[in-house]
């Protein structure tokens, strides 16, 4: 139990690591748009080119990522709250038109909070005829307030098919928002504190011992001091027994007939 409990503490620490650090406001401008693409991976930012269809970039394809054909997602990171989120794909080396790309999910996202988002790809997202080996482009079109104006914005993750089989990724899906990270508030509480008990209470250090052993070292420990007290007892009883003893045996020197002892 121990072991999980630091092991939840440790994933969920990452997480806020990797919200705090890579994404927000401060990357906003700087490193992305108000959406990117978290996995697969995305072509390079342009601030100048993200209004612009079909992918808000000038750069060339530099790399691609592989996708399974049947069971894959795609993972957004959120700097800034969005709204009308599509996601379209286009089966060529280097899509150049609007007129390219076809739905991939074909539901519309309403709103995305801040945060992180992971959307699955639908088992006919991809066409059954699109062989192993091609080559595609997944683009994601948004809304977006910038500067107080209310713009669309583009954005293009280039991709590999490959089979389900073949694919080995572990894809980075997970749902969580900027708002779940806020600090508690410090607000003093206005409720009683409880007087310390006088109860005296055996504590034993959780250091990998279980249930059982935990119980035995405390019945142990009470055992002990039950021990020490009967001991002490006894002992304080048999010396009052033995100073009565004393007290009421007769004196040896008034007995009739007793010799008198003198000391040398």
Known sequence: ??????FLAAALSNVVQVVAQAHGEDAQGTDMGPVGFLWPEDRPWEGSEDNKGPCGS?????????????????ALSIADDAWNVVFRIAY??????QSEFQPLITSDIPEIEAGHQCYRVPTNGISNSIA??????????YWSNDSGTDESFYAC????????????IQI????VTSSEFEAPSSTPSNAPVAEPSETVVVVVADDGLTGGEKAGIAVGSILGAA???GVAVFFAFRKKTTTQDAETAP??????GAPSISSQ
């Open 227 to 229: 021990l020490i007290v």
């Open 132 to 141: 192993e080996g091609t080559n595609a482009t997944i683009q994601m079109e």
């Open 172 to 175: 980075p899906c997970f749902n």
């Open 1 to 6: 139990m121990l072991r999980n409990t630091l």
């Open 157 to 168: 993750a280039d991709i590999t098919l490959v089979s389900t089989r073949n694919f080995d």
């Open 58 to 74: 000038n750069s060339a394809i530099s790399n691609r990522t592989e996708f399974p054909i049947v069971g894959g997602s795609v």
């Open 251 to 256: 004196n040896t020197s008034e007995i009739k």
């Open 92 to 97: 060529d080396d280097n899509p150049t038109s």
